[in-house]
């Protein structure tokens, strides 16, 4: 199992940036898909990005394509996800996910270890 904790999450203006971090622990960081998810209160949790344990391929929402950037670090164990263009519909509990070997699934099942998330709020 890998431990993950997010960071980054706050409040800022339509138009405005963020990014995200995930720090991971425990395992082999290199050996994980990885992929960020979001939930809103009374929706469902739902796909954002995801990245494959290789680092070679990346998939998107189509809410997010253009405007968000997913990426790795395997020398510092750390996932991000550089948020830019935000949206007020953006607003949402932003999750990491981790699975060994992962490709890169956009399903929730597709992944194995949960981090307990960070509030991201965009304002109008």
């Known amino acids: 199992q890998v431990q993950l904790v997010e960071s980054g999450g706050g409040l800022v203006q339509a138009g405005g940036s963020l990014r995200l971090s995930c720090a991971a622990s425990?395992?082999?960081?290199?050996?994980?898909?990885m992929g960020w998810f979001r939930q809103t209160p009374g929706k469902e949790r739902e796909f954002v990005s995801s990245?494959?344990?290789?680092?070679?391929?990346?998939y998107y929402a189509d809410s997010v394509a253009g405007r968000f950037s997913i990426s790795r670090d395997d020398a510092k164990n750390t996932l991000y996800l550089q948020m830019n263009s935000l949206k007020v519909e953006d607003t949402a509990v932003y999750y990491c996910?981790?699975?060994?070997?992962?490709?890169?699934?956009?399903?929730?099942?597709?992944?194995?270890?949960w981090g307990q998330g960070t509030q991201v709020t965009v304002s109008s």
């Open positions: 990245i494959t344990w290789t680092g070679v391929n990346t």
């Open positions: 425990g395992r082999t960081f290199s050996n994980y898909g």
């Open positions: 996910a981790a699975r060994l070997y992962g490709g890169g699934s956009r399903i929730i099942n597709g992944y194995t270890d």
